[in-house]
């Protein structure tokens, strides 16, 4: 095989993943959403900047005041590692951790942490 028929399939392999690397990232971004309701994040809380109403505010108005909106909760943490942190109960807030431990996996968490830290001041 010649040098640059090589190098040609080389270049063109590169640019396949690379390409598939671009997907994985917009995927990636599209499916923090996903993740808040597939994980049954609204059993607590609702992102009303978002349309995702929690499923104790259809309990009545006792239930709905326990609902917290994270519309803006990344303008309130310091990061999106502290996200899941708190998600794993590995630090406080006010002196309580998360009531629920997250369960997915590591990179479920990662998205998932990095779309709530993305959502600042959308309320």
């Known amino acids: 095989m010649r040098m640059a028929s090589w190098l040609w399939m080389l270049w063109a392999a590169l640019l396949v993943v690379g390409l598939a690397g671009v997907a994985t990232a917009q995927e990636k ?9 597939k994980y049954k994040c609204t059993m607590c809380h609702s992102i009303k900047a978002e ?14 005041a326990k609902v917290t ?8 943490v310091e990061s999106a590692q502290w996200i899941q942190d708190w998600l794993l109960k590995k630090v406080e807030k006010d002196g309580k951790k998360h ?8 990179a479920e968490l990662k998205t ?12």
């Open 29 to 37: 971004a599209a499916s923090g959403k996903e993740l808040f309701t």
């Open 51 to 64: 349309g995702i109403e929690a499923k104790k505010a259809a309990e009545g108005e006792e239930a709905e």
């Open 69 to 76: 909106d994270l519309s803006d909760v990344g303008s309130k």
């Open 99 to 106: 009531k629920v431990l997250f369960k997915g996996t590591e």
């Open 112 to 123: 998932l942490a990095e779309w709530l830290f993305s959502l600042k001041g959308k309320k």
